[in-house]
């Protein structure tokens, strides 16, 4: 089972629009991160945000986390078509060094 | 930004042969992470190095398997022998602190075994 993926698989806006994507995830964790992997090269931090935390925000991003139902959420507002990327929530474990688990990641598609 | 180098970005070897990846993590980061991310699917971790030794691998690091970042050089991933399985796109990351940071990551190096 993974230990934390998001909910769907692909998503289509038009720029201009926001979208949000979802993520849960299985074990206890300290923090959740968001990624975004444009094509070709490797994932990017967007957001890390604490168990302490209810919301995080970074410019257009803003991130949610419900750790009752281990869900995460990542909005993002004013979409541009150069959001257009793979978006995975990853989680580590309490203890070590950053091992990060990684979700499938959901496809955003922002056209024009 | 602070930026992790990969060399090279792609490499095509026959099965059996022996491959290194190299890495150029950021300059003053102290921990170094390989991943594996076969086409279309999820990214998963493979190792972590920190003063010189490995901390953490999981299943996927085979015997086969190896790192090192010799004298603060390139840290690097060394497949030998390599095997079809191999294929995949194998990215580099580095970080400044243990837990909870946030990680840089590179290119990746996409290997493919013949």
């Known amino acids: 089972s993974q230990l934390a993926e998001e909910n769907l698989w692909a998503l289509s806006v038009h720029e201009g629009e926001s979208v949000t994507v979802n993520c849960s995830y299985k074990t206890s964790i300290t923090a959740l991160q968001w990624y975004r992997q444009k094509s070709g090269e490797g994932p990017a931090q967007l957001i890390l945000?604490?168990?302490?935390?209810r919301e995080k925000r970074n410019g257009r991003l803003r991130a949610t986390l419900d750790t009752s139902s281990q869900s995460s959420s990542l909005s993002i507002t004013a979409t541009r078509c150069e959001d257009t990327a793979v978006y995975f929530c990853a989680t580590a474990p309490d203890s070590g060094y950053n091992k990060l688990t990684f979700g499938k990641g959901t496809v955003l598609l922002v056209s024009p | 930004g602070p930026k992790v180098l990969q060399i090279p970005s792609h490499q095509i070897i026959d099965m059996g042969q022996m491959v290194t990846l190299n890495c150029d993590p950021v300059s003053n980061h102290l921990y170094f992470y390989w991943y594996k991310q076969i086409l279309g699917q999820q990214m998963e971790f493979l190792v972590n190095?920190?003063?010189?030794?490995?901390?953490?691998k999981s299943k996927l690091f085979k015997d086969q398997f190896s790192v090192e970042r010799p004298d603060g050089s390139y840290f690097t991933l060394k497949i030998q022998p390599t095997a079809l399985e191999d294929s995949a796109v194998y990215f580099c990351?580095?970080?400044?602190?243990?837990?909870?940071?946030?990680?840089?990551f590179g290119h990746g190096t996409k290997l493919s075994v013949l």
């Open positions: 990351a580095s970080s400044l602190g243990q837990s909870n940071e946030r990680l840089f």
């Open positions: 190095f920190y003063n010189g030794k490995v901390m953490e």
């Open positions: 945000i604490r168990s302490n935390e």
